[in-house]
T-cell receptor, first 114, second 116 residues
Framework: GNSVTQMEGPVTLSEEAFLTINCTYT??????LFWYVQYPGEGLQLLLK?????DKGSNKGFEATYRKETTSFHLEKGSVQVSDSAVYFC?????????????FGTGTLLAVQP | GAVVSQHPSWVICKSGTSVKIECRSL??????MFWYRQFPKQSLMLMAT?????????EQGVEKDKFLINHASLTLSTLTVTSAHPEDSSFYIC????????????FGPGTRLLVL
């Protein structure tokens, strides 16, 4: 079936360090891929998305490329800030048309220290 | 940007009582809303998909008689946890899909339920 696997956290980095959070997926067909971020005490927010192979989603300095050959959608940022501390969820959507159900990974807690 | 609210943000209730959680899309119309459950240090698990004006579609293993979902308008869906028990204690999150932007779901801040 469809599933998302992402690296376990917590990931602890110093400010300005390079970030990679790995995400791989299993899916039939051609899903859309997403990264959501959940800041403390807030709801999930869409960070970026990619809808087809080789697409690159980007937002707020974060990037992720849809790699069909490796079934991956790794999240990267060149220089993290303390304000990036949050839980990051990789997700895919299955079902076309009106359903658009999301399947989430387990989330990765990122803690950035000054 | 699009905003989804949930009410209440947290609730404590006695075992055996029912609890209603509201999910509202504040500045857009949502023909589809989703209800998730999140356990500590785990991912969101989809419970059901709610379509305006029709019955909700429940995921496998979710009891539809225990988790009643109503989507009476394009901006409101409710989840009622009936005869709640301590094992129902969890974080419940809704999301709404903007009718005009079909790929995007907007999430509410969640409702923390504690059943004593």
């Amino acid at each position: 079936g469809n599933s998302v696997t992402q690296m376990e956290g917590p990931v602890t980095l110093s400010e300005e360090a390079f970030l990679t959070i790995n995400c791989t997926y299993t899916a039939t067909g051609y899903p859309s891929l997403f990264w959501y971020v959940q800041y403390p005490g807030e709801g999930l927010q869409l960070l970026l998305k990619a809808t087809k192979a080789d697409d690159k989603g980007s937002n707020k300095g974060f990037e992720a490329t849809y790699r069909k050959e490796t079934t991956s959608f790794h999240l990267e940022k060149g220089s993290v800030q303390v304000s990036d501390s949050a839980v990051y969820f990789c997700a895919l959507s299955r079902g076309g048309g009106a359903t658009n159900k999301l399947i989430f990974g387990t989330g990765t807690l990122l803690a950035v220290q000054p | 940007g699009a905003v989804v609210s949930q009410h209440p943000s947290w609730v404590i209730c006695k075992s055996g009582t029912s609890v209603k959680i509201e999910c509202r899309s504040l500045d857009f119309q949502a023909t589809t809303m989703f209800w998730y459950r999140q356990f500590p240090k785990q991912s969101l698990m989809l419970m059901a998909t709610s379509n305006e004006g029709s019955k909700a579609t429940y995921e496998q293993g979710v009891e539809k008689d225990k988790f009643l979902i109503n989507h009476a308008s394009l901006t409101l869906s409710t989840l009622t946890v009936t005869s709640a028990h301590p094992e129902d204690s969890s974080f419940y999150i809704c999301s709404a899909r903007d009718r005009a932007r079909k790929e995007t779901q907007y999430f509410g801040p969640g409702t923390r339920l504690l059943v004593l």
